[in-house]
C-alpha cells in the first residue's frame, strides 16, 4: 500500500531558486492539502484541494501555489525560495466524509 | 482565528504513572484528532472524535471530548518508555469533508524508566 507519497525527502535550495514538491495518493481521495511544520510547532496549513481543478488558500499561502490537475497529484510549488521557508512539509489527503487523515512521510527543505 | 493550545508544551513523566495532556480551542467544532510523531516521523493518527462526550481508547491511551468547554484530553495510564513521542491535536474547522485543520503546539513526553 503505497498511501501518500512525497518526493523528494530531504532538498537543498538557494535563496531565490525555485522548486515542486511532489505528492502523489494512490486511494483515489478527494480531498489533499499541504501543511508545513517548523520546529518545535505545529502543521499549518499551506493550500488545500477538494477535487481536481479545485484548490483554496489556507493559513499560511504566501510564497508557494499548487494546481491539481488530477485526483492523484497535488503538487506543491515554491516560487522564489527564502530562508523563512526552511521546514517539514506534509502533504495528507481524505476521501469525502471520511474520519481519517492520511500523511505523507514528510519532506524536509532547507533554503540558504 | 482558530486557535488550539495544548498543555503543558514539555513532560516528563516516570514509568508507571498516569497523566493527562490538554488541549483547548476557541472556535466551536465538533471535530477534533490526536496525533503521535516521533522524532523525524511522519503523524500516526491516534483517535479521531467526533461528538460532544467521545470517549476513545487505545491500550494505554484514552482521550475525551467535551465540545461545550472546547476541550479535549488525552489521557495516559500507566506510562511506559514506548509512548515517549510528541502528540498533537488538532482540530477540524472547514465543512465536513473539507479538512483544515489547526494543530496545537504540541505536547513533548518524554518517559523515564
Known amino acids: 500500500n503505497a498511501g501518500v507519497t512525497q518526493t523528494p525527502k530531504f532538498q537543498v535550495l538557494k535563496t531565490g531558486q525555485s522548486m515542486t514538491l511532489q505528492c502523489a495518493q494512490d486511494?483515489?481521495?478527494?480531498?489533499m492539502s499541504w501543511y508545513r511544520q517548523d520546529p518545535g510547532m505545529g502543521l499549518r496549513l499551506i493550500h488545500y484541494s477538494v477535487g481536481a481543478g479545485i484548490t483554496d488558500q489556507g493559513e499560511v499561502p504566501n510564497g508557494y501555489n499548487v494546481s491539481r490537475s488530477t485526483t492523484e497529484d497535488f503538487p506543491l510549488r515554491l516560487l522564489s525560495a527564502a530562508p523563512s521557508q526552511t521546514s517539514v512539509y506534509f502533504c495528507?489527503?481524505?476521501?469525502?466524509?471520511?474520519?481519517?487523515?492520511?500523511f505523507g512521510e514528510g519532506s524536509w527543505l532547507t533554503v540558504v | 482565528e482558530l486557535k488550539v493550545e495544548q498543555n503543558p508544551l514539555f513532560l516528563s513523566m516516570q514509568e508507571g504513572k498516569n497523566y493527562t495532556i490538554y488541549c483547548n480551542y476557541s472556535t466551536t467544532s465538533d471535530r477534533l484528532y490526536w496525533y503521535r510523531q516521533d522524532p523525524g516521523k511522519s503523524l500516526e493518527s491516534l483517535f479521531v472524535l467526533l461528538s460532544n462526550g467521545a470517549v476513545k481508547q487505545e491500550g494505554r491511551l484514552m482521550a475525551s471530548l467535551d465540545t461545550k468547554a472546547r476541550l479535549s484530553t488525552l489521557h495516559i495510564t500507566a506510562a511506559v518508555h514506548d509512548l515517549s513521542a510528541t502528540y498533537f491535536c488538532?482540530?477540524?474547522?472547514?465543512?465536513?469533508?473539507?479538512?483544515?485543520?489547526?494543530f496545537g503546539t504540541g505536547t513533548r513526553l518524554t518517559i523515564i524508566p
Open positions: 495528507a489527503s481524505r476521501r469525502p466524509r471520511g474520519n481519517t487523515i492520511y
Open positions: 488538532a482540530v477540524d474547522y472547514g465543512d465536513f469533508g473539507n479538512e483544515k485543520l489547526t
Open positions: 486511494m483515489n481521495h478527494e480531498y
